[in-house]
C-alpha cells in the first residue's frame, strides 16, 4: 500500500533510509539549506517556498495556490513504488498540511475526516498549516470539507519538533 511519512527537516536522511522513500517534498522557507538524501533523485524533490503564515507577513511567503499546484503536480507524477516523504522544519505544520492534502488528492473517494483523524492518530503534535488546506480545499473543489476536517481535529500538542509518521493511501 502507498504511503506518505512526514518528519521535521533534522530527520529527513533517517527517516528516507527507515521507510526507502525515493520522493522527497520540502515545505521551507526559501532561506534554509535542505540536503537531499542520495537515495532521493534530484527530479524526485520537490522544494516549495513557503512561510508557516495564515496571512500575508511582510517579509514571508504566503502559501497560495501556485504553490499548492506544484505539490499537487508533483505527487500525482509520484509512482507509488516506494513511500513518498514530506517535511517542513518541524514536522508540525506545512508539512501535514501537504500530507493531508496529497492523500485527499490521490484517494478523492476517501472522507477528509477520516484522512484528518488518521493523521491526529499517528501524530498528536499535527497541526496541518490551515492556509495551505484552504487553498487546496477550493483547488480540490472540496467545499469546505478539507477545512472542516482539520478544524475537527484541532491544534496538536506543543512541541517543537513533530511527531514523524506514516499515512496510508486506499
Excluded at 530527520?11 to 526559501?30: F, Y
Excluded at 495556490?65 to 518541524?90: G, M, N, Y
Excluded at 490521490?106 to 487553498?135: F, G, K, Y
Aim: contains cysteine.
Amino acid at each position: 500500500m502507498p504511503r506518505i511519512h512526514v518528519c521535521s527537516i533534522f530527520k529527513i536522511a533517517d527517516i528516507a533510509e527507515a521507510t526507502g522513500a525515493r520522493s522527497l517534498v520540502t515545505l521551507i522557507n526559501h532561506d534554509i539549506i535542505v540536503h537531499r538524501p542520495a537515495s532521493i533523485a534530484p527530479e524526485r524533490h520537490l522544494f516549495v517556498a513557503i512561510s508557516d503564515i495564515v496571512t500575508e507577513t511582510e517579509g514571508h511567503v504566503l502559501p497560495g495556490e501556485t504553490h499548492v499546484a506544484s505539490l499537487l503536480e508533483f505527487v500525482k507524477l509520484w509512482d507509488r513504488q516506494h513511500p513518498l516523504l514530506i517535511h517542513c522544519f518541524a514536522g508540525i505544520s506545512r508539512s501535514t498540511a501537504a500530507a493531508f492534502i496529497s492523500a485527499c488528492a490521490l484517494s478523492p473517494q476517501r472522507d477528509e475526516n477520516e484522512i484528518a483523524q488518521a493523521i491526529r492518530q499517528a501524530s498528536p503534535t499535527a497541526t496541518p498549516n490551515p492556509r495551505l488546506v484552504a487553498v487546496a480545499d477550493n483547488m480540490l473543489r472540496r467545499d469546505g470539507r478539507m477545512v472542516q476536517a482539520i478544524e475537527r481535529i484541532g491544534r496538536g500538542e506543543d512541541s517543537y519538533e513533530g511527531v514523524p509518521f506514516g499515512l496510508d493511501l486506499h
